[in-house]
Structures are given as C-alpha cells and as structure tokens.
C-alpha cells in the first residue's frame, strides 16, 4: 500500500539552557530524533520523491552523494523501507575500505557506483544503470519536491510563537521549505555550511515563488573554512553544548549551526523578545569519521 512506509514526523522540542543568561529564549526541533538512520531533514526532503517513484511504479531510486553523505545513507533506509531498489553514485574512486556510511548504505540494500570526480561533477550517470524503472534524485534531494517535502518541518505542531528559525544549509532546500512554510512574522535564517558558496542564493531562488526571494537570510561566517572542515575550536564548542544543553551536534552541520546560534546571541543580533527555534537537522552518523573520543557523546 502506498504510504505506508512514511515515519512519524512529530519531534520534541528542547530548551537550551546554556543561552538562559542571555534572556534570549532558544529552543531546538529535535528531528534527530525522529529515525536511527532517515535522520532529521532527510526524510523531509525525500518523501515527496518516494511517494512520486511509487505513483509512476519506478522500482530503483538512484542518487549521488560523498563517501560520508547523511543524504547516501537515508536513500538507502528509506529505499528499503519504500520498497525501492536503489543506487548511489559515489563521488570518486572506490577505496579500499569503505567508510561506515557506505558500509550501512551496502547494508540496506543500496548498490554502490563509484565515479571519478569530473564525471560526478556533472551528475553523468553510467549508461548501463539507467533505465526506465529508474528514478532519479538530486545530489542532497534538491529540487521543489525535496523543499515541499520539508515545509512538512514547520506543520507537524504548532510554532507560530517563533520569531526566528535558524537551519544549517548544504543546498538549501531545507531552507527553501522552511521559508515556504514560514508565516510573515517569522525570520528564517540558513548558515551555509560550505565556504564561498555564492551561487546558494540564486539555487534558493530557483526553487522559491518571486516573492519569497526576499525572504531568504544567508550568514556566510560559520562555515570553519568549507564543508566538512573544522577545528579544535569547533569540537570543544560541540562537548561544552553538550556538556550544557544534553543535545548532540555533527561536525559538518549542526555543530556549525549551534555555534553561529551562539555566537549571534552574544553579538546581539537578535533584537530583545526574540524566540528563536534552530532545527537540528540530524546527520549525527557523520561524527564517526572521527577519531574515537574526540567527542563525549
Ligand atoms: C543534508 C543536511 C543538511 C543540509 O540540508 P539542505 O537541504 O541540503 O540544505 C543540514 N543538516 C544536516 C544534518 C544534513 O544532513
């Protein structure tokens, strides 16, 4: 039957009780909660691309994605649960021992194409793997459906009482959802997570009706150097989150959001009588490329 694979979307909300001393309310929508594996954003940006693969009896999904990407993996889960065949063109040269995202996509089914870096460049997918019954999805679900799929992010309970909403951005479809399923009070704030990304904003555009183009807030300051980069600065600040507040944060995304969050309380960038929600958007898995314990969660 058609649906029956959709996960429940309702998530906590947690206080972060780090930022009470600077009379700023902040919570946090726990979508790390909501799956262990369709963590956070991704089953949001996937599932209007499932429900279409099925309604057109497509029997594999094939998308791209990095050696660690949180996007690979969810694809895979969710493809096994759907009832989909799925496939993951990997960016680069197969090596010789996969990482443990790749060995959990492997695990659920999902077979592994590797293409050197110019041919994923251009998304060229190999010609002997793509056929009628494929369906295809953009490298990190972007497109309409994946934002349509994540305005769901803003409807599962009430959240009018919110003047901002602050979310890590990788392609910003998460953000494009955020912002459609917005009400005119509300501020939406996306922290780019990758280093000179100037084309963020137009791709953002590309995806949004014209007049919500002026609603779409970039802050460019928090991305320690490019995507996947960070510093010792960066993980004691994940620790000391955790330490104070009880929630966890990966490297790549949600570490760099709750920092920018921090940061931007302390410089006074939210006017008094703010209420500020910061989606987590999941993506914990990545934090075991790691080294063992440098992390205390
Ligand atoms: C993929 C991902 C994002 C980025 O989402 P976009 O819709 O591509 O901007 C943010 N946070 C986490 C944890 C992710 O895995």
């Known amino acids: 039957m058609m649906n029956d694979f959709f996960i429940s979307e309702q998530s906590r909300i947690d206080p972060l009780p780090s930022l009470y001393k600077f009379h ?3 919570d946090v929508l726990r979508l790390d909660l909501l799956h262990p594996v369709i963590s956070g954003n991704k089953w949001f940006k996937l599932k209007e691309y499932l429900k279409d693969a099925q309604q057109l009896h497509k029997k594999r999904i094939i998308t791209f994605g990095g050696a660690y990407s949180n996007h690979i993996v969810a694809t895979a889960a969710a493809g096994k649960q ?31 194409v590797f293409v050197c870096r110019e041919d994923y460049k251009v998304k060229n997918i190999p010609a002997e793997i793509i056929d009628d019954d494929s369906y295809i999805i953009n490298e ?5 459906k994946g934002m349509n799929g994540a305005e769901a ?17 990788g392609t910003g ?9 917005s009400e005119p009070h509300q501020k939406i704030i996306g922290i780019p997570v990758l280093k000179n990304n100037f084309s963020l904003q137009k791709e953002i555009e590309a995806l949004l009706p014209k007049k919500k183009h002026q609603c ?6 928090y991305h320690f150097s490019g995507y996947a980069k960070y510093n010792a600065e960066l993980l004691q600040f994940m620790n000391d989150w955790y330490r ?35 989606i987590h958007s999941g993506g914990l898995q990545g934090n075991r490329s790691l080294q063992k314990g440098t992390l205390i969660f």
């Open 24 to 26: 700023t309310t902040a």
């Open 82 to 112: 759907s009832g989909l065949k799925s496939t993951g063109i990997i960016r680069g040269e197969e090596p010789p021992v996969l990482s443990q995202t790749l060995t959990d996509a492997l695990s659920f089914g999902m077979e592994l």
């Open 140 to 144: 990190g679900g972007y497109g309409v």
């Open 153 to 169: 992010i803003l409807q599962q309970t009430d959240l009018s009482a919110y003047t901002h909403i602050i979310a890590a951005v």
């Open 173 to 181: 479809t998460t953000l494009a959802g955020l912002i459609n399923a």
């Open 216 to 221: 779409i807030t970039l802050i460019h300051d």
């Open 244 to 278: 104070q507040n009880k929630i966890p944060s990966d490297f790549v995304y949600t570490g760099k959001l709750f920092f920018a969050l921090d940061d931007l309380i302390k410089k006074n960038y939210f006017p008094p009588q703010s209420k500020i929600l910061a």
